[in-house]
C-alpha cells in the first residue's frame, strides 16, 4: 500500500509533463507572440532530434562520438547550396542531402568503425573538425558568416507551402 501511494505522484507528475509537451507545440503558433514561440519551438526540436541522434549512438552503439551532428550539417549546407543556385525543389533538395549525408557517412564510418576506446572518440572529433573548418573556409557560400538564402524548399502544390510560418513549423 505504501508502495503505490509513493508512486502516484510521479505517474501523474510524468503524465502531465507528457500532455504539456504534446500541447506546447501545437498551441506555440497561436500564442501572442507566436512567431518567436514558434522558433523557439522549432529550435527545441532540432536539438531534440540531434540528441535523440547521440541516444542512439552512445545508449544503443555504446560508442562515445563527437561527429554525429556532422550529417545534420552536410544536410543542411546541401540545402542552401541548393538554394544559392537556384535549385528550390524540395523533390531535388531532400534526396540529395540525405544522399550526401549516408555517402560521408558510410566513409567516415568505414574508418571510425575500425577504431575502438578513445582512439574511435579522437577520430570522430577530427573528421567533425575537419567538416567544420572546410565549411567555413568556402567563402562563396558565405564562409564563416553563414550562407542567407531568400527562398525556403518548394514542393510544387499548395498542399503544403513552406512558405507559411505555421506549415513550416508543423512539418
Avoid at 38 to 51: L, P
Avoid at 88 to 115: H, K
Wanted: charged share 10%; proline share 2%; with cysteine.
Amino acid at each position: 500500500m505504501l508502495l503505490d501511494m509513493t508512486k502516484k505522484p510521479v505517474v501523474i507528475f510524468n503524465l502531465g509533463l507528457l500532455l504539456l509537451c504534446l500541447i506546447t507545440p501545437l498551441l506555440s503558433p497561436y500564442l501572442d507572440g507566436g512567431e518567436f514561440y514558434m522558433s523557439v519551438m522549432a529550435r527545441i526540436m532540432i536539438w531534440a532530434i540531434a540528441a535523440i541522434s547521440l541516444n542512439l549512438i552512445m545508449g544503443y552503439g555504446g560508442m562515445i562520438s563527437f561527429g554525429h551532428a556532422v550529417y545534420i550539417g552536410i544536410g543542411g549546407y546541401v540545402i542552401g547550396v541548393c538554394s544559392y543556385h537556384g535549385i528550390e525543389s524540395a523533390y531535388i533538395q531532400w534526396p540529395l542531402a540525405l544522399a550526401l549525408s549516408a555517402l560521408v557517412s558510410l566513409i567516415f564510418g568505414a574508418i571510425c568503425l575500425r577504431t575502438k576506446g578513445v582512439y574511435f572518440i579522437m577520430i570522430t572529433l577530427a573528421f567533425a573538425q575537419m567538416i567544420y573548418y572546410l565549411s567555413i573556409s568556402i567563402e562563396k557560400y558565405g564562409s564563416d558568416d553563414g550562407l542567407s538564402i531568400d527562398a525556403r524548399s518548394d514542393f510544387g502544390f499548395s498542399l503544403l507551402d513552406l512558405n507559411d510560418n505555421n506549415t513550416l513549423y508543423y512539418l
